[in-house]
C-alpha cells in the first residue's frame, strides 16, 4: 500500500490489537506516526509492526515511546456472533484498560455495541461525508471526544442480496449503503469504496473486521489538539 501525503504532527501513537490496520490507518491520516502491535501475523499492515499479546506489553515502555495509546481488543465477547453460538468469549477489555490507565498517557480504546466501555463515544458512518456503512463503533477514552453530527434515527436502506426484503434489486452496491457481513454482503471492491478503505490493501475478511479509518481520522485529529494543548501548558 503506497501512503497519501499528509501534515504529520510529530507525534507517534501504539495501536494495540491492530489487525491489519483499519484503524490505524484513520490515525496516520490525522498526523500521527503508527506503530501497531497484534498477537497474530499482520502480512498487510502498512506501518512498523510488533507480534506480541498485549499482555505482555509493558506499560512503562509505551510511556517512554509513544505519545498516546488505542486499541482495539477482541470483540467476539460482546458481538453478535456471542450471543448466536452461545460460546463464552475471554474478555480483553479490563487488561487493555488497565494496561493503557498505567501508561499514563491519553488513550482511546474502541469496541462494538454492547461492549462494556466506559462513558463511550458512538460513531456510526451516517455522520462522515462520502461513507455508505452504518458500523457502530464505541470509544472510550480519557479524553473528552465529540461526534461530527448527530446519528439519525432512521438509517439508510442498505444494499442486499436477500430476495426476502422488499428493496431486493432496487439499490446499487456502488451508491447504497452497504453492509459489509452478513446476508447483505457487498462485493470486496464496493465493500472498500463504502468504508473509505483503499482498494487492493486487506482482503475481505480483513474489511469485515475493520473500521472506517474516517472514525479515527477524527478521533485523532481530537486527540492530537489535547496533546498540543498539553504541551503548550507544561
Same mark, same amino acid.
Given at each position: ?58 506499560? %512503562? *515502555?509505551? =510511556?517512554?515511546?509513544?505519545?498516546? !495509546? ?6 467476539? #465477547?460482546?458481538? $453478535? ?91 446499487? %452496491? *456502488?451508491? =447504497?449503503?452497504?453492509?459489509?457481513? !452478513? ?6 471492491? #464496493?465493500?472498500? $469504496? ?41
Amino acid at each position: 500500500m503506497i501512503l497519501p501525503a499528509r501534515a504529520p504532527n510529530g507525534m507517534t501513537l501504539l495501536d494495540i490489537c491492530c489487525k491489519a490496520g483499519g484503524a490505524s490507518y484513520g490515525y496516520y491520516l490525522a498526523g500521527f506516526n503508527i506503530v501497531g502491535v497484534d498477537r497474530e501475523p499482520q502480512p498487510h499492515y502498512p506501518f512498523p509492526f510488533i507480534q506480541r499479546d498485549l499482555r505482555d506489553l509493558d506499560p %512503562e *515502555w509505551i =510511556a517512554e515511546n509513544f505519545d498516546a !495509546g488505542a486499541a482495539s481488543p477482541p470483540c467476539w #465477547a460482546h458481538s $453478535d456472533l456471542a450471543y448466536r453460538t452461545g460460546r463464552e468469549y475471554e474478555d480483553f477489555i479490563p487488561e487493555t484498560r488497565a494496561l493503557l490507565e498505567a501508561s499514563g498517557l491519553p488513550y482511546v480504546i474502541e469496541n462494538v455495541e454492547g461492549a462494556p466501555l466506559r462513558n463511550p463515544l458512538i460513531l456510526c458512518g451516517t455522520q462522515f461525508d462520502g461513507l455508505r456503512v452504518t458500523r457502530h463503533r464505541l470509544f472510550e477514552s480519557n479524553v473528552m471526544l465529540t461526534v461530527p453530527r448527530p446519528c439519525p434515527r432512521r438509517h439508510p436502506l442498505h444494499f442486499t442480496h436477500d430476495k426476502r426484503k422488499a428493496h431486493y434489486g432496487r439499490l446499487s %452496491e *456502488w451508491t =447504497a449503503f452497504v453492509t459489509v457481513t !452478513g446476508g447483505g454482503n457487498s462485493s470486496k471492491a #464496493a465493500a472498500e $469504496d463504502a468504508m473509505g478503505i483503499p482498494g487492493g490493501w486487506m482482503t475481505k475478511d480483513e474489511i469485515n473486521q475493520a473500521i472506517p479509518p474516517a472514525y479515527t481520522e477524527w478521533i485523532g485529529g481530537q486527540l492530537a489538539e489535547h496533546l498540543s494543548r498539553v504541551e503548550v501548558a507544561a
